[in-house]
Structures are given as structure tokens and as C-alpha cells.
């Protein structure tokens, strides 16, 4: 029963970060790609 749970949750967590970047981080130029790579890290 957790395990329907989960999988739906992790997936609007990984898809809202992918939406975050693709519109924000990717729109602004001095964001180096370590930045980009310390915001998916605790994900």
C-alpha cells in the first residue's frame, strides 16, 4: 500500500524540480552547471 504511495510522490517531486529548471535555472546565464548539479543532489 506504501509502495502506490510513493512512487506517485517521488515522481511530483522529480517532476517539479525537472519544471523548476527547465523554466528558471536554464533562463538565467550565470548559473554555472555545479550549481545546477548542488540543486539535484539532495533530490
Same mark, same amino acid.
Given at each position: 500500500?506504501?509502495?502506490?504511495?510513493?512512487?506517485p510522490?517521488?515522481?511530483?517531486?522529480?517532476?517539479s524540480d525537472? /519544471?523548476i529548471?527547465?523554466? /528558471?535555472?536554464r533562463k538565467?546565464?550565470? %548559473?554555472? @552547471?555545479?550549481?545546477r548539479?548542488a @540543486? @539535484? %543532489?539532495?533530490?
Amino acid at each position: 500500500m506504501i509502495a502506490r504511495i510513493v512512487i506517485p510522490l517521488l515522481l511530483v517531486i522529480v517532476l517539479s524540480d525537472v /519544471y523548476i529548471d527547465a523554466h /528558471y535555472f536554464r533562463k538565467r546565464v550565470h %548559473i554555472t @552547471w555545479q550549481q545546477r548539479l548542488a @540543486w @539535484w %543532489i539532495p533530490t
